[in-house]
């Protein structure tokens, strides 16, 4: 997935746990979270320039239960729980989680300039 194919009512998860919602060049904020800022930030890699979180997940227009979109009114993505609008979309993409790196306990020691003990957990 890139910014290309977000597109106007798409739902974004930025890492942070916020949502937005897609509206022409903007990202808007949706269910009492956060503010709106341009797509103009957005890299193709779903990055967001200004130290803004990542964008991790999209999600479909959302519909009602009969196939309608609801996004008719603004208001409603104010003032519903992210719970109840996810509740009316699926998630089509999610960024992958990065691979394992495997390094000894030699080389983490090395990567930190610092000697690691290891203990035994409560």
Same mark, same amino acid.
Request: net charge negative; hydrophobic share 40%; proline share 4%.
């Given at each position: ?6 597109? *106007? @009512?798409?739902?974004?998860? #930025? &890492? ?8 022409? $060049?903007?990202?808007?904020? %949706?269910?009492? *979270? @956060?503010?709106?800022?341009? #797509? &103009? ?8 320039? $200004?130290?803004?979180?990542? %964008? ?18 603004? $208001? ?47």
């Amino acid at each position: 997935m890139k910014k290309s194919d977000l597109k *106007t @009512g798409m739902i974004v998860e #930025l &890492k942070d746990g916020e949502y937005r919602i897609v509206l022409g $060049g903007s990202l808007m904020g %949706i269910a009492g *979270t @956060g503010g709106a800022y341009a #797509l &103009k930030w957005v890299h193709d890699d779903l990055t967001i320039d $200004g130290g803004r979180e990542p %964008i991790v997940a999209i999600y479909d227009e959302p519909h009602a239960d009969d196939d309608e979109y609801i996004g008719a009114s603004a $208001g409603w993505f104010e003032r519903a729980r992210i719970d109840t609008i996810l509740n009316h979309t699926k998630c089509i993409w999610r960024k992958p989680k990065p691979p394992a790196i495997e390094m000894t306990l030699e080389q983490v020691c090395e990567e930190l300039g610092r000697d690691i003990k290891i203990v035994k957990g409560a």
